[in-house]
């Protein structure tokens, strides 16, 4: 609790200070700029630092308090149901007299996740499938720090921009099986642009990132207890390292980029990236004496998105298309123990994922004195196919979505402005294939093949944020906002709700 409070105060001397320097602006354009949507319908195109001179005309700051409820009936079950709690956020994008650019934001978050299940770990989505698990899981405390900030100057032709960022989480278990996991995630970028004429700019930039993660499990009951297993996907697990109750990860990554614009991208960009990363896991065996690798995970990821914007008196229409290749490739150690210490004997590769994902967007905004409305159709098409060898055991499935995001703004009065932001999508499955080895366990052949159906069943979501900006007298704006989600899955619904007071600057 006190990090908590402390954090708050932190924060919130963050946003306090961002006052400085602030443009005078009307609550309905400060509102309209604080939350453009076009701006966030093009976030890739902001990951070169050296763009941010063009984020955007005004300087923006925001400090929030959010309480978020996330109730899932369908859900995978190493993901748990549902993550809920309190977050504490800041954020300030400031332009600066010389015309440098600075920006920054931080939160903090104390959750709970509730019923996870087969994952002992942080960053399901980073390190599966090798991942500590057992049958018995249970619901899960969680605290989650966040830093970033950056810096972004214009000499001449020239932009340059540097940024970074640092996530640290811990997670913990108050009842056996005991978790203690912590994480930390760093993340170094830095970008340059050129103008070559008049508003066309091209860019280059890179960023570098160190992940780590310590995950442990105990067992207070000495008489009655779980296995602890080490998942390799699809059920199985590695027998050699089962009940080793310490692991660690470590990857590093980088991310490379280039991209070509016009009017700091609100006429027209071109930005494509690739990133890699090596995760590797290493156990400490129950009654060993060191370290041991047991998995490397190659991850591989290209992105390539255009986006093309014309405006027409108040009417303003833009189509944003990316195409998007994930593809992450396990390699597993082999020991022998037949001596008086463990030896490895073979590496290979094992297991393969591979994720590719169309889509397209179009964009389309009405401007009047009082209001703002813009709707974004979209549609995505999404390719995935996973398996492992030795033994085989695989799924595959495609499925596209279609949806339409809207946002509403509407200046009630000088000091008042209300936002809506209604959302529908429908996710309809195309083909899906069930490849599933049965030779393991029953419980875990259950868990599996509902995970299959899970990923592989038509989902309609439906859902609405209204948000209520105000100014009252020698007190910046506040404004107080409530969004609902709903997902339909297998006829049954997933709630997510999240309720925010805030002020900006």
Not at 172 to 194: F, M, W
Request: aromatic content about 16%.
């Amino acid at each position: 609790m006190n990090r908590s409070v402390l954090f708050f105060f932190l924060s919130f001397y963050i946003g306090f200070i961002s006052v400085s320097g602030q443009d005078s602006l009307s609550l309905f354009p400060k509102s309209y700029n604080q939350y453009n949507e076009e701006r966030i319908q093009t976030t890739n195109f902001y990951y070169n630092p050296a763009t941010m001179p063009g984020y955007s005309a005004y300087s923006i700051s925001e400090f929030s308090t959010d309480y978020v409820s996330d109730n899932q009936k369908i859900y995978l079950r190493q993901m748990g149901s549902g993550d809920s709690g309190l977050r504490i956020r800041t954020r300030s994008f400031n332009k600066l007299k010389s015309g440098n650019v600075v920006w920054g934001d931080a939160s903090y978050s104390n959750m709970t996740r509730k019923r996870a299940r087969y994952n002992e770990n942080l960053d399901f989505e980073r390190i599966a499938p090798y991942v500590t698990s057992d049958s018995v899981g249970g619901d899960l405390k969680l605290e989650d720090y966040h830093f970033s900030g950056g810096f972004a100057k214009t000499i001449n032709r020239f932009s340059f921009g540097l940024s970074g960022s640092y996530d640290a989480e811990l997670a913990y278990r108050s009842r056996d099986p005991r978790v203690r996991n912590t994480s930390s995630d760093l993340i170094l970028s830095a970008g340059i642009s050129y103008k070559i004429y008049k508003s066309y700019k091209i860019g280059v930039f890179g960023e570098f990132n160190k992940y780590t993660q310590n995950s442990s499990v105990s067992l207070v009951n000495e008489v009655s207890y779980p296995i602890v297993y080490q998942s390799v996907g699809f059920g199985y697990t590695n027998y050699l390292f089962h009940n080793s109750l310490t692991t660690q990860y470590e990857e590093f990554g980088y991310r490379a980029g280039a991209q070509i614009s016009n009017k700091d991208g609100k006429d027209f960009y071109i930005t494509g990236m690739l990133s890699n990363s090596n995760n590797i896991k290493s156990i400490y065996p129950k009654n060993g004496n060191r370290y041991y690798d047991c998995s490397d995970l190659e991850n591989k990821a290209y992105l390539l998105e255009a986006g093309k914007f014309i405006s027409l008196k108040n009417n303003r229409i833009g189509f944003i298309i990316n195409y998007n290749s994930k593809i992450r490739t396990g390699e597993e150690y082999g020991y022998t123990s037949n001596s008086d210490r463990m030896e490895q004997i073979f590496k290979r590769k094992a297991y393969k994922k591979e994720e590719y994902t169309t889509n397209v967007r179009a964009l389309y905004q009405l401007t009047k004195e009082k209001y703002i409305f813009t709707a974004v159709p979209f549609f995505s098409y999404q390719e995935v196919t996973e398996r492992r060898l030795y033994p085989f055991s695989g799924q595959k499935y495609d499925a596209y979505t279609i949806g339409l995001e809207m946002d509403i703004k509407l200046e009630i009065n000088k000091n008042r402005v209300l936002t809506l932001r209604p959302i529908y999508s429908y996710r309809k499955i195309n083909n899906a294939i069930n490849a599933l080895d049965s030779n393991v366990s029953a419980a875990n052949l259950e868990w599996i093949s509902d995970d299959f159906t899970i990923l592989t069943s038509n989902t309609e979501t439906t859902g609405a944020t209204i948000r209520y900006d105000f100014k009252m007298a020698k007190l910046p704006p506040l404004f107080v906002s409530g969004q609902w989600i709903t997902s339909i899955i297998k006829q049954q619904s997933n709630n997510f709700g999240v309720f925010s007071l805030g002020i900006t600057f």
